[in-house]
């Protein structure tokens, strides 16, 4: 019954989380808040930090039989992998995207300054051009690198689920904003799993 409870709250926390970043939630956000809207990712920031550490206060404190002990050579696999996705994580984060937007601080900065309307271009060099969201694998490899317990599989199965279905919302928003350019950068560049593409689409 405690694993149904954790998994329903992991899940109604990335809900939660993947609403307030959803098409219609921010284009109404948009028609509310007008030019405050600036300050929204920021807000959004906040509170999926806030919000999330009682959940993660709760799913530490039940006490969960371990049931995977990484041995030899296996922990040397899973202190690379885990290494490695840290790596990638911090790499796209700070070079291949734009952190101050990620962030919401780069929004807040312009803030009633006249925006300049110039076209921004997909984003292809570095990772980028390996698999299209590398944040979103590494953090799923690191994830499952993190698992001992019967509680971490129940919340890395919610957890990869939503990255997962992140994606997919999140791919939806870009061919809305870039059209044509990237439907041909799906077909380039594997969404999630390197050197995986998908022939036809």
Known sequence: MNYLIIALIWIAYCFIHSYMISIRFTAWMKQVLK??????????VIVSLVTLVPVLYYTAQLASEVII???QPWSYIRYG??????LVFLK??????????????????????????????????????IVRHPMYMAAIIFLWCQTFR?????????????????TILEEKKLVLEFGNSYRQYQKEVPMLVPLLKLRNR
């Not at 030019?35 to 959004?44: H, L, Q, S």
């Not at 992998?81 to 840290?86: D, G, R």
């Open 35 to 44: 030019g405050y809207y600036a300050f929204y990712r920021f807000f959004y």
């Open 69 to 71: 002990t990484w041995r």
């Open 81 to 86: 992998l885990m290494i490695l996705s840290i």
């Open 92 to 129: 796209a984060f700070f070079i291949d995207y734009d952190s101050l937007s990620f962030l919401g601080i780069r929004q807040m900065l312009s803030y009633n300054k006249k925006s300049d309307k110039t076209s921004v271009e997909i984003a292809k060099k570095g990772l980028l051009g």
């Open 150 to 166: 019967i509680s971490d599989i129940v919340v890395n199965l919610v957890l990869t689920a939503y990255f997962i279905i992140g």
